[in-house]
């Protein structure tokens, strides 16, 4: 019944920007962390950024000052404002609910694409 759907994804030029979606359904968005997720080509897949319930975030070291993540609870859904994109942020985009330690819900995944 849970799912988060991501949307945005796409191609752009290094230093462009993008704006992911992640709708959310079927549990209590509102009280939960939520969170972005990237995987490339032969990589693991790694944490982008995360936001709180209470609005407190963090984010990979390779994205600050570039990325920005928020959440809209009214509307159940979390975003992702990429800019300055770099090459080396390419990959699949996943969205991420942790609804407990050992529990997370997870996206299909949107491919971000970024071209020299």
């Known amino acids: 019944q849970a799912q988060l759907v991501e949307s945005g994804g796409g191609l752009v030029q290094a230093g462009g920007s993008l704006r992911l979606s992640c709708a959310a359904s079927?549990?209590?968005?509102?009280?939960?962390?939520m969170g972005w997720y990237r995987q490339a080509p032969g990589k693991q897949r790694e944490l982008v950024a995360a936001?709180?319930?209470?609005?407190?975030?963090i984010y990979a070291n390779s994205v600050k000052g570039r990325f920005t993540i928020s959440r809209d609870n009214d509307k159940n859904t979390v975003y992702l404002q990429m800019n300055s994109l770099k090459p080396e942020d390419t990959g699949v985009y996943y969205c991420?609910?942790?609804?407990?330690?050992?529990?997370?819900?997870w996206g299909q995944g949107t491919q971000v694409t970024v071209s020299s």
């Open positions: 936001i709180a319930s209470g609005g407190m975030t």
């Open positions: 991420n609910a942790k609804v407990h330690e050992w529990e997370d819900y």
């Open positions: 079927g549990f209590m968005f509102s009280i939960n962390t």
